[in-house]
């Protein structure tokens, strides 16, 4: 196996294969921003006097050459290669010569991967951010559409107050923006250049960190190149929070789903084509999307204590586990990108069922309303409360079933407009225009 720091002696097989692990595997899907990160270094390289003008057109060329090979599918990491940085940096030196082996002054691989690790965090969380905003969209979309489709409210999982799908729908849209405002912190703090923190204790060459940072659109530095190293572990655990948070919205939408398709509520309805059957009961629509959904969401909620155990009491510096953070990491992007996706797509297909609340087993649904009422007319309200109460007792309870909710948030006065604009203004704090210039100027 080629490796760019062995000598002389050959490393065990078997010791080989246990610390290499999954790391090619996860290591691939780094390759893109691993070419970024060494296409900024090298200018950077040039700047400071250690890499040539002829040897940066050549090194520069070749990269772009690899990068366009990444997005085309044509780029792999070989069997005899140990991770993506060795593979980029041996076909940099087998197709330009020497140029190729000058790139890794001033670099470690441990700032390398840290570099790739933050390149990659920050394509994920944005593709993270603009899926739930889709959904977020969708389910304003839906809020409005049905906000005037009454549907019962539950305390304990009994019959509480008048809800409608407008409240509902809106209530898991601005779950999302709190889960993004997670995210947003998420995002800063990998949105911070740990490059030329070598392997933890910085270079004797006079790097130009500041270039790199720019270079690469990074917000700013993590100055201290120790605190850059310990970035890592506390950069993963931030993340796996915020996925997590998105992950416990839609798991509890999932189960609301699950709940109102059941034929004991029937408060919604989708399409044959979008539920499953069973193998014996003909009549059966199972909702399996949102059971999966459930599933993968919930385990999603587990990601940040595997984390925090995976890097709990380590010292500072560089520790060999950390490489395991990847195999609980990528996956989870993965997962939770395809469940925002599957969320977006079954909403576009939802029907709510009307006139819920004809059913008289809602009546004490408006119980409040009428305490309430008797309120307004200059009643007491515990005496309000009792009236109500024996009412309700004796059998003569005959609400009028419709409701006068005004205030903000309510049934009559959602918001949504309100929700929408603080949506707009989060969605705008990620500040990604600034990342697609920097990365479009780095690949001219």
Request: glycine share 6%; with cysteine; proline share 3%.
């Amino acid at each position: 196996m080629s490796k760019i720091w062995q000598k002389s002696v050959n490393v065990n097989e078997l010791v080989e294969n246990f610390t290499v692990g999954r790391d090619r595997e996860f290591d691939a899907q780094m390759a893109a921003f691993d070419v970024l990160g060494s296409l900024a270094h090298t200018r950077m390289l040039h700047s400071i006097g250690l890499l040539g003008k002829e040897d940066l057109d050549a090194v520069q060329s070749e990269l772009k050459n690899i990068y366009k090979d990444v997005l085309a599918g044509k780029f792999s990491i070989w069997e005899d290669v140990e991770d993506v940085h060795s593979q980029v940096e041996l076909l940099l030196t087998r197709r330009i010569g020497d140029a190729g082996k000058k790139t890794h002054s001033g670099r470690s691989r441990n700032d390398q991967v840290l570099v790739d690790l933050k390149l990659f965090f920050r394509s994920e969380l944005k593709d993270v951010v603009e899926a739930t905003e889709a959904l977020f969209r969708s389910l304003i979309a839906l809020s409005e559409k049905h906000k005037d489709v009454l549907l019962p409210g539950y305390t304990h999982l009994q019959v509480a107050m008048p809800s409608s799908f407008g409240l509902w729908f809106g209530a898991y849209a601005e779950s999302l923006i709190d889960d993004l405002e997670l995210t947003l912190a998420a995002y800063k703090i990998t949105n911070k250049n740990p490059l030329g923190s070598a392997a933890g204790y910085g270079s004797s060459f006079p790097l130009d960190r500041t270039l790199t940072t720019e270079l690469l659109g990074f917000e700013r530095l993590n100055y201290n190149v120790v605190y850059a190293q310990m970035g890592r572990g506390k950069t993963e655990r931030v993340i796996a929070q915020a996925l997590a948070s998105i992950a416990a919205t839609l798991a509890k939408f999932a189960m609301d789903q699950a709940l109102y398709l059941s034929q004991n509520f029937a408060f919604i309805s989708y399409p044959d084509a979008l539920t499953t059957g069973s193998s014996i009961m003909p009549h059966k629509k199972n909702p399996d999307v949102w059971e999966i959904m459930r599933g993968k969401c919930n385990r999603l909620q587990a990601l940040p204590n595997d984390v925090a155990i995976m890097t709990t009491n380590l010292p500072s510096g560089y520790h060999r586990e950390l490489q395991l953070l990847k195999e609980l990491l990528f996956p989870a992007f993965t997962d939770l990108k395809l469940c925002l996706q599957m969320a977006d797509f079954m909403l576009q297909h939802i029907e709510v069922k009307r006139n819920i609340l004809d059913d008289p087993k809602y009546a004490y649904l408006f119980s409040v309303d009428e305490v309430n009422k008797l309120v307004l007319s200059g009643v007491p309200f515990r005496d309000a409360y009792r009236q109500v109460g024996l009412a309700i007792e004796q059998g003569n309870f005959n609400p009028e079933k419709t409701v006068q909710h005004t205030h903000e948030g309510s049934i009559g006065n959602l918001n949504n407009d309100k929700i929408t604009q603080a949506m707009d203004k989060l969605i705008k704090s990620f500040d990604f225009e600034t990342v697609r210039k920097s990365v479009e100027s780095l690949l001219k």
